[in-house]
């Protein structure tokens, strides 16, 4: 590629290739340049260019578009987005609405560590309901939990999606239905049969 090479005549300062001993425009003998001197000159152009305002943005977009990479690649190991999964849970069980059989605002967390925890009230409709002899309302609440956690098996690489627990707010601490992988580890239902 050493048509490729060029240099700037010592006398006239056109540009002439970089092997010719004497200038094709002006005839000025040249003076001899090594290997190196070449590569260095090209160097010091691409630094040149680099801090034009063009190669300045130029530059800027590369490294904006390597961090862009960097970013989508650790999102994909995550897996999905928590927020994704919590905004669609909440839509599903409790239409995306405030209030609720199972008191105001339920809470959705999404760990990907811990699983899925929803903690609800004890004092709500569906729990005094329950207690009450009538269930239907936690019966429909609970398959439907186990609907999602079956389907997060499938769906989601991360195993513990698939593991949901239902907590109380108020009162004691107490986990009041347990499901894994679709199956029930246990149902506070079970008291009130
Ligand atoms: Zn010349």
Known sequence: MSENKTKVCVMCGKTIPAYANFC???????????EDEIKNTRVERIVEWRQTPLGRLTTLIIAFLIVMVFAASCRLQDGPGHKTVGRELNQYLFNSQPKTPFGHKPKIDVDKNKGVTITISKSSKAVKDLKK??????????SKIQNR?????HVYANQLFSKFKVTAKDGKKQTLL???QGKIKYNIADKYQ
């Open 24 to 34: 094709p425009y002006c005839g000025a003998k040249q003076p001899w340049l090594e």
């Open 133 to 142: 002899g009538k269930p239907a309302t936690w019966n429909r609440f609970v």
């Open 149 to 153: 956690s079956k389907a997060f098996k």
């Open 178 to 180: 347990k499901v894994d």
